[in-house]
């Protein structure tokens, strides 16, 4: 069982359990007291005093997280009450509404910019509404009042099963004969006073399985939530211009697994090629299975932050770049050219059993423990500060580690190096080399580095004249 929470709550008020909370309600108040006017930005709303009603709804963005093929076991709406106006508290009752309205355009005369209603203030049942009520209740004092019951599972189920739009519900005085009124908080009222929906259910497949050929596996203008299984080739697997929050297993080649304008929250495992597995123009935060037993041209690239975890047993161009934060944590045992990109900060930890132009290039603070067991052109690159816990490697590279700014990562090299530690900033890094290597260390800055060499360094100078503060250490030759 799952269970979420939907609402513009800073902090979930729901005292069950529950497990994910999500942002996504909507909201307005319409009255006949004033026909054409849209109350989206009240800070409470009524379903009484005769002539005035509301309505409200989860997103289709929210509810996108709950996966298709799931069972909705129960359903909860919760209002705060902010009380009856010194009148008679009275029976509200929730109405599956029938028309698309916009919350940012709805009246009681229209549910969207020159759209009317079938019969003013959402009042006809053959088009505005379905006139049986999914559940009511008399909240007889201020809180939080809840409506619940099998009618409102039901109506969830059709929605999540796309058998019904996702039109919300019309909050209604159960009886329109008296003048009392009931006043409940809004999405745009005090926060942890907002409406809450408490949705739980048994998750789905939400499969989306191809045995065969596709140009297109799956495709989306909005959130895509599903489980995708392709069994064959396809162009791409999966396209959203919103979010992609789905899981995927590809078990053949692919030019294209996972793209989306949005952001990518998705868990990957491919056992073909593909070109690319995962890109992303928001945010890439794939977890879960990220393992990749084929070659790829790119692993995942993001112009957000990338987040995710990513296991390489096969080739790769570019494993993982980011035009932001990069904090994955990556293990690669095939050849790749790009190991880590950023733009901004790495923070991941690396590992690599196989060849890689560049191990790890930041424009910013490279704070990652790397572990390479074969050569490199490049094993750590920072315009900013490199901090990194340990640079093991045990093949040849050019560079072991190049920063603009302080260098104090520990370095151990087993093959030889053309250069093992430039800085401009201070160098106080300890490196031990067993292979050959033309510069050990140099700073332009303070230089307080223990170095431990034991191959001749054939004729190369051993020590550095800084532009700082000369602290020459002795070679352990």
Same mark, same amino acid.
């Given at each position: 069982?799952?269970?979420?929470?939907?609402?513009?709550?800073?902090?979930?008020?729901?005292?069950?359990?529950?497990?994910?909370?999500?942002?996504?309600?909507?909201?307005? $108040?319409?009255?006949?007291?004033?026909?054409? +006017?849209?109350?989206?930005?009240?800070?409470?709303?009524? #379903?009484?005093?005769?002539?005035?009603?509301?309505?409200?709804? =989860?997103?289709?963005?929210?509810?996108?997280?709950?996966?298709?093929?799931?069972?909705?076991? #129960?359903?909860?709406?919760?209002?705060?009450?902010?009380? /009856?106006?010194?009148?008679?508290?009275?029976?509200?009752?929730?109405? *599956?509404?029938?028309?698309?309205?916009?919350?940012?355009?709805?009246?009681?005369?229209?549910?969207?910019? @020159?759209?009317?209603?079938?019969?003013?203030?959402?009042?006809?049942? =053959?088009?505005?509404?379905?006139?049986?009520?999914?559940?009511?209740?008399?909240?007889?004092?201020?809180?939080?009042?809840?409506?619940?019951?099998?009618?409102?599972?039901?109506?969830?189920?059709?929605?999540?099963? @796309?058998?019904?739009?996702?039109?919300?519900?019309?909050?209604?005085?159960?009886?329109?004969?008296?003048?009392?009124?009931?006043?409940?908080?809004?999405?745009?009222?005090?926060?942890?006073?907002?409406?809450?929906?408490?949705?739980?259910?048994?998750?789905?497949?939400?499969?989306?399985?191809?045995?065969?050929?596709?140009?297109?596996?799956?495709?989306?203008?909005?959130?895509?939530?599903?489980?995708?299984?392709?069994?064959?080739?396809?162009?791409? +697997?999966?396209?959203?211009?919103?979010?992609?929050?789905?899981?995927?297993?590809?078990?053949?080649?692919?030019?294209?697994?996972?793209?989306?304008?949005? *952001?990518?929250?998705?868990?990957?495992?491919?056992?073909? =090629?593909?070109? /690319?597995?995962?890109?992303?123009?928001?945010?890439?935060?794939?977890?879960?299975?990220?393992?990749?037993?084929?070659?790829?041209?790119?692993?995942?690239?993001?112009?957000?932050?990338?987040?995710?975890?990513?296991?390489?047993?096969?080739?790769?161009?570019?494993?993982?770049?980011?035009?932001?934060?990069?904090?994955?944590?990556?293990?690669?045992?095939?050849?790749?050219?790009?190991? @880590?990109?950023?733009?901004?900060?790495?923070?991941?930890?690396?590992?690599?059993?196989?060849?890689?132009?560049?191990?790890?290039?930041?424009? +910013? /603070?490279?704070?990652?423990?790397?572990?390479?067991?074969?050569?490199?052109?490049?094993?750590?690159?920072?315009?900013?500060?490199?901090?990194?816990?340990?640079?093991?490697?045990?093949?040849?590279?050019?560079?072991?580690?190049?920063?603009?700014?302080?260098?104090?990562?520990?370095?151990?090299?087993?093959?030889?190096?053309?250069?093992? +530690?430039?800085?401009?900033?201070?160098?106080?890094? $300890? %490196?031990?080399?067993?292979?050959?290597?033309?510069?050990?260390?140099?700073?332009?800055?303070?230089?307080?580095?223990?170095?431990?060499? $034991?191959?001749?360094?054939?004729? %190369?100078?051993?020590?550095?004249?800084?532009?700082?503060?000369?602290?020459?250490?002795?070679?352990? %030759?």
């Amino acid at each position: 069982m799952t269970t979420i929470v939907i609402t513009q709550n800073t902090t979930v008020q729901y005292a069950g359990a529950w497990d994910t909370k999500y942002s996504g309600f909507q909201d307005v $108040q319409i009255s006949d007291g004033t026909p054409t +006017a849209n109350k989206l930005e009240a800070s409470s709303y009524d #379903a009484t005093n005769d002539r005035r009603r509301s309505l409200i709804k =989860a997103t289709d963005a929210a509810l996108a997280n709950i996966p298709t093929g799931s069972t909705i076991t #129960a359903v909860i709406v919760r209002l705060y009450c902010e009380g /009856n106006g010194g009148q008679t508290f009275s029976n509200v009752s929730l109405y *599956s509404a029938l028309r698309l309205w916009i919350d940012s355009q709805a009246s009681w005369a229209n549910y969207a910019t @020159a759209s009317a209603w079938g019969t003013a203030g959402c009042s006809n049942t =053959a088009t505005d509404y379905v006139n049986t009520s999914l559940a009511n209740l008399t909240p007889a004092s201020n809180g939080y009042k809840t409506w619940s019951g099998s009618s409102l599972v039901s109506w969830m189920q059709n929605i999540i099963d @796309a058998t019904t739009a996702n039109n919300g519900l019309l909050l209604r005085q159960t009886v329109e004969t008296n003048r009392w009124i009931n006043v409940f908080t809004s999405s745009e009222g005090a926060d942890g006073d907002r409406p809450e929906i408490v949705v739980t259910f048994t998750p789905g497949s939400g499969a989306a399985a191809l045995a065969g050929d596709s140009a297109d596996e799956v495709t989306a203008t909005g959130d895509l939530s599903t489980v995708i299984t392709l069994s064959g080739e396809a162009f791409n +697997a999966v396209i959203s211009t919103g979010s992609l929050l789905t899981s995927i297993l590809i078990n053949a080649n692919a030019p294209a697994i996972t793209s989306a304008t949005g *952001s990518i929250t998705t868990g990957i495992s491919i056992t073909g =090629a593909s070109l /690319n597995v995962a890109t992303a123009a928001g945010d890439l935060t794939a977890g879960g299975n990220g393992g990749i037993s084929g070659d790829a041209t790119i692993v995942s690239s993001a112009d957000g932050v990338l987040t995710t975890s990513i296991d390489l047993t096969s080739a790769s161009i570019v494993l993982t770049s980011a035009n932001g934060e990069l904090t994955a944590q990556i293990n690669l045992s095939g050849d790749a050219l790009v190991e @880590a990109l950023a733009t901004a900060n790495i923070d991941t930890s690396i590992t690599l059993s196989g060849d890689a132009q560049n191990i790890v290039l930041a424009t +910013a /603070n490279v704070t990652t423990s790397i572990d390479l067991s074969t050569d490199a052109l490049n094993v750590a690159t920072a315009t900013a500060g490199f901090d990194g816990q340990a640079a093991q490697l045990t093949g040849d590279a050019s560079n072991v580690v190049l920063a603009s700014a302080s260098l104090t990562t520990s370095i151990d090299i087993t093959g030889a190096v053309l250069i093992e +530690a430039l800085a401009t900033g201070v160098l106080t890094v $300890q %490196i031990l080399l067993t292979g050959n290597a033309q510069s050990i260390a140099s700073a332009t800055g303070s230089f307080t580095d223990v170095i431990s060499v $034991q191959y001749p360094l054939a004729g %190369i100078n051993q020590s550095y004249p800084l532009a700082g503060r000369v602290q020459r250490r002795p070679l352990g %030759i």
